[in-house]
């Protein structure tokens, strides 16, 4: 018998229909004989829906009644999933997130978790119920409710998976899994069956919505494999683990961040002075020609430029034949890179935001055009 610990995301909880049918595969699921912890978020929109009421009566609403206010979607879909499941003549529990003692620092709207209490949890699984739990949430040091950010619930359903030694845990979306660049995008994107952790968080750094990158570090850091497949059936999906047991492709995926701003100044003295206030929103910094660029996730800051980030990862993604196929997109479709920093399994490029989509398709193209993850073409001179 194992122990399994499944998310489902807004959507897949979204509606009585939908709830119906997540209830239907866990109670599959648990009839076969596992434990069951199913960690869900807020319904739809629920949450930005919340917010906007908020900031409807101010526009600095205090951060910790923002945060009592919006756990309340997931504490209705927690609810609903397990009035479904007992419906079904499957014995269910919901708790919230400081029931079943996710401890977190102090900070409101952007907590990290600290430790997981899970006594409470693991005595309703011994009791035979499915339990499921309300993501991005948890309770601080200090007793209040906090939220994990965008995401959260991702990253409380590998908090728990690791806390409860679980043998998968399974992030089930919308989508039937990771892809070589999003599949909304780009119309010949492919599904990924294997990611390595460091890849999957440099997407997810990078505009890939899939997973939450503190997630899949601390999957990494756990020794967590992610299963990511579609919640409304069944599918292989994509797994995120260590080290893929099946051949990389030299590129194995793209993503794209939208909605930087890329600040550059004349020096790295200049550049490098304030990056603190940043925080979070910081994604890169490139330097070049005696120049710093900056990019930041935040629209319209000051003497920036408005920009888009395209990432690429896998074993030869910060190699010279990548950086070529950046450089022919950017000469072939007009559009300059405006920056370019690398690792050695990534590249990413800062790009004019109006162009970002086009030369994402564009750049898909050129690496996977004959399945390999690099064209034969890559390994010539850019035309610049």
């Known amino acids: 018998m194992a122990l399994v610990v499944q998310k489902y995301g807004g959507t897949s909880v979204e509606g009585r229909d939908r709830i119906m049918r997540v209830a239907e595969r866990v109670a599959e699921l648990r009839s076969r004989g596992d434990d069951v912890v199913v960690v869900v978020s807020a319904q739809g929109r629920t949450t930005d829906s919340l917010l906007r ?3 409807s009566i101010t526009s600095e609403p205090a951060q910790r009644e923002l945060d009592m206010l919006v756990t309340a979607g997931e504490r209705i879909s927690m609810s609903l999933l397990s009035i479904a499941l007992n419906s079904l003549g499957c014995r269910a529990i919901s708790f919230t997130g400081s029931q079943v003692g996710i401890i977190t620092d102090t900070r409101h709207t952007d907590a990290r978790i600290l430790e997981v209490r899970p006594q409470r949890l693991v005595r309703e699984l011994e009791r035979g119920a499915v339990v499921v739990v309300g993501g991005f949430q948890g309770v601080s040091t200090e007793r209040e409710v906090t939220t994990l950010g965008r995401g959260g619930s991702d990253t409380t359903a590998v908090a728990l998976a690791a806390a409860l030694g679980a043998e998968r845990c399974e992030i089930l979306t919308d989508v039937d899994g990771v892809h070589t660049a999003d599949p909304r995008v780009v119309a010949g994107a492919e599904k990924v069956d294997e990611l390595a952790y460091c890849d999957m968080a440099e997407l997810a750094r990078y505009g890939a919505t899939v997973l939450k990158e503190e997630a899949v570090r601390l999957a990494e850091r756990e020794g967590i494999a992610l299963h990511v497949g579609d919640a409304s059936r069944a599918t292989p999906g994509t797994i995120v683990l260590e080290r893929p047991l099946s051949s990389e492709r030299p590129v194995v995926a793209i993503s794209l961040l939208e909605g930087v701003s890329l600040l550059r100044a004349g020096g790295a003295d200049e550049g490098l002075e304030g990056l603190t206030c940043h925080g979070d929103a910081l994604r ?7 120049s710093v660029s900056v990019a930041v996730e935040s629209d319209g800051l000051p003497g920036s430029l408005p920009a888009s980030l395209v990432c690429a990862v896998g074993p030869g993604a910060g190699g ?5 196929s950046f450089a022919r997109v950017s000469s072939e ?4 890179l405006l920056a370019v920093a690398s690792t050695a399994r990534s590249t990413v490029a800062a790009v004019e935001r109006g162009r970002s989509r086009d030369f994402l398709r564009r750049l898909h193209e050129q690496l996977f055009r004959d399945g390999s993850g690099q064209t034969s073409a890559s390994t010539r001179s850019p035309r610049m």
């Open 320 to 324: 010279g034949a990548t950086l070529a």
């Open 333 to 336: 479709e007009v559009c300059p």
């Open 53 to 55: 009421e908020a900031r």
């Open 284 to 290: 890169f910094v490139a330097a070049s020609g005696g």
